[in-house]
């Protein structure tokens, strides 16, 4: 990456203040380009979601593998539960979600309370032996007794059953010829196996699924520096996880360089991501203690008060060059962590060297995040989101410390313990999200072009702006 004209300033940047010259391009069409990341973690898009309490659970972990990303579970989830979690991502088929069911007998008020755990809002009724009966949906229980039994509604007229062999454009076809928008997919024994929507059938070709060497999903776990770290981090590999995340809010002290020299006499099979920090000094050191990954960021994400209450922190688009340049000059890489609104971050993060973006505030508002769907007054679903350095965050994580030592710790908070994300009606899934950064980016490597990430951050060319000239590049939504 270079700056225009040469223009260096004398002061730190972030994602609002610089913008991308386009360049003179042989790519065809946004298809050619090459989104694999090239730290060697299996991911197919350069998507992290990271490890907020509120946004990273299994949904979100399946959810985001399946279209190439990978997600970090948080490190306060107790050790048989994360357990379970990792055994149900890993369990996880490649192109079908993971259906909600229930039985004939069930409620409809066990349907109401189900049908928000998955984008595509249907609950499939099965029989004894998982043979799809029906469908229900949000539209067929409204205005029915709650105690209703389900077998009272559920009807098999527009349900097409289709077999797991079968193409996903093919299962597109059968779906649109239908006029269907989703089909329960069942094996050579009639069992359900999943559902597909038309919508990720085509995404089945979009996308290349996160996996690992025996094809199944990719997931990370967050751990703490505190404790018995190699223990903990013995733990969750045994369990299946396929990187460890040393995640504590200032990454550059000695207990962090201690737990990744720890975590890193375990062996070397494994990728060790950690972090946070903002400058070249830090990468430099938790690279040298045997980080395969530094995460970056002090400050910039939507739910930290860091900088506001200490002071302390970085820019985070000055912080992501910096901290790429040495990391490359090392033979490692960077996550830019934090601070991500739109889909230009993304692309802008990566420019700077990142080979991987982190983020978690933005997935809050969506079907897949580990929050509790909620509706407010004015009837809008929503779910509420906190930082991780929160008070709530942390009166949480220290739930098993005496009720004085609890309190005390609540005196040192650092981000917000309650914010409001309504769901987008017009795009409530996690996947939504997704399209849209991946196909920002698309764009943006036929823009300056390059074939691969990699390439584009070496042809990128980043200008300076003024808040006018950023701006100048967002859309009106009424008429001037």
Not at 47 to 69: D, F, L, P, Q
Not at 82 to 108: C, Y
Request: glycine fraction near 8%; include cysteine; hydrophobic fraction near 40%.
């Amino acid at each position: 990456m270079k700056f225009l004209n040469d223009q260096m300033p004398g002061y730190d940047l972030t994602y609002n203040d610089v913008f991308l010259v386009p360049q003179r391009s042989s790519i065809n069409s946004r298809f050619d380009v090459n989104l694999m990341t090239s730290d060697q973690i299996g991911t197919t898009i350069p998507i992290v979601v990271a490890n907020m309490s509120a946004v990273a659970g299994k949904r979100m972990a399946e959810t985001v593998a399946r279209r190439g990303g990978i997600t970090i579970l948080p490190q306060d989830i107790p050790m048989p539960r994360l357990k379970e979690m990792i055994n149900f991502v890993k369990s996880r088929h490649l192109v079908f979600d993971t259906a909600l069911t229930l039985k004939p007998s069930d409620t409809i008020n066990q349907a109401a309370n189900i049908l928000y755990k998955r984008n595509h809002g249907v609950v499939v009724i099965v029989d004894q032996d998982n043979h799809p009966l029906g469908l229900v949906s949000e539209r067929m229980i409204q205005g029915i007794d709650q105690f209703e039994t389900i077998d009272k509604i559920v009807r098999q007229e527009n349900m097409i059953i289709l077999r797991q062999d079968l193409s996903p454009k093919d299962m597109f076809d059968k779906m649109n010829q239908n006029h269907i928008k989703l089909a329960p997919i069942v094996d050579h024994n009639n069992q359900l196996i999943g559902v597909l929507t038309k919508k990720n059938a085509l995404r089945a070709d979009l996308y290349q699924p996160a996996v690992d060497q025996n094809n199944k999903f990719l997931i990370g776990v967050a751990i703490g520096i505190n404790g018995d770290v190699k223990q903990k981090a013995e733990e969750v590999l045994s369990y299946g996880a396929d990187l460890i995340v040393l995640d504590t809010a200032h990454g550059h002290q000695n207990k962090m360089i201690q737990a990744i020299k720890q975590v890193r006499s375990i062996s070397q099979s494994f990728k060790i991501v950690a972090g946070n920090v903002v400058t070249q000094e830090a990468t430099e050191d938790l690279i040298q203690a045997g980080a395969d990954i530094v995460k970056v960021g002090v400050g910039p994400g939507a739910m930290c008060t860091t900088r506001m209450v200490t002071g302390v922190g970085r820019p985070q688009f000055s912080a992501v060059l910096e901290c790429s340049i040495k990391a490359k000059s090392l033979g490692k890489f960077v996550w830019a962590d934090g601070g991500i609104r739109y889909p230009r971050d993304v692309v802008l993060a990566l420019a700077a060297g990142a080979s991987s973006v982190m983020f978690a505030s933005w997935l809050t508002g969506t079907f897949e995040s580990a929050a509790d769907i909620r509706l407010d007054s004015d009837g809008r679903y929503y779910k509420e989101n906190f930082g991780m350095a929160s008070r709530r965050a942390v009166s949480q994580r220290s739930h098993l410390d005496d009720p004085y030592n609890q309190s005390l710790k609540e005196f040192f908070e650092e981000g917000i313990s309650n914010s409001k994300i309504y769901l987008d009606p017009a795009n409530p899934s996690a996947e939504d999200i997704i399209d849209r950064i991946v196909a920002g980016l698309r764009s943006a490597l036929s823009y300056l072009g390059a074939q691969n990430i990699d390439s584009f951050s070496e042809r990128a060319i980043v200008g300076l702006q003024s808040q006018s000239g950023y701006d100048e590049g967002r859309p009106v939504n009424t008429s001037w």
